[in-house]
Nanobody
Framework: QVQLVESGGGLVQAGGSLRLSCAAS????????MGWFRQAPGKERDVVAA????????YYADSVKGRFTISRDNTKNTVYLQMNSLKPEDTAVYYC?????????????????????WGQGTQVTVSS
């Protein structure tokens, strides 16, 4: 089992920045990739960004390319999401997820169904 704990959410004005953190514990050696997803009120949960744990390959949703950056600190078993130039439409609950399955694909998975472990979520609210 892998446990994930997110932190760093909050209220920020449009144009501002936030950094989310997701600390993994437990069987972290089994992690293949980690991702950030978000769910806005009344909408489905969608991928934001993902990263292969060992190789560092990344995936970004088009809506956040150039504004968000996913990174990791393997020594701390932590993945980060740096969010810059935030917009009101970025308002959502942000979830961290971990994929424990080996995959031969170059990029990390973007489909939430492929992720096995989920954090509790952290609220990000961007005011206009």
């Amino acid at each position: 089992q892998v446990q994930l704990v997110e932190s760093g959410g909050g209220l920020v004005q449009a144009g501002g920045s936030l950094r989310l953190s997701c600390a993994a514990s437990g069987r972290t050696f089994s992690i293949n990739a980690m991702g950030w997803f978000r769910q806005a009120p009344g909408k489905e949960r969608d991928v934001v960004a993902a990263m292969k744990w060992s190789g560092g390959q990344t995936y970004y949703a088009d809506s956040v390319k150039g504004r968000f950056t996913i990174s990791r600190d393997n020594t701390k078993n932590t993945v980060y999401l740096q969010m810059n130039s935030l917009k009101p439409e970025d308002t959502a609950v942000y979830y961290c997820a971990a994929d424990k399955n080996y995959r031969s694909s170059y990029l990390p998975p973007s489909r939430q169904s492929l992720y096995d472990y989920w954090g509790q979520g952290t609220q990000v609210t961007v005011s206009s």
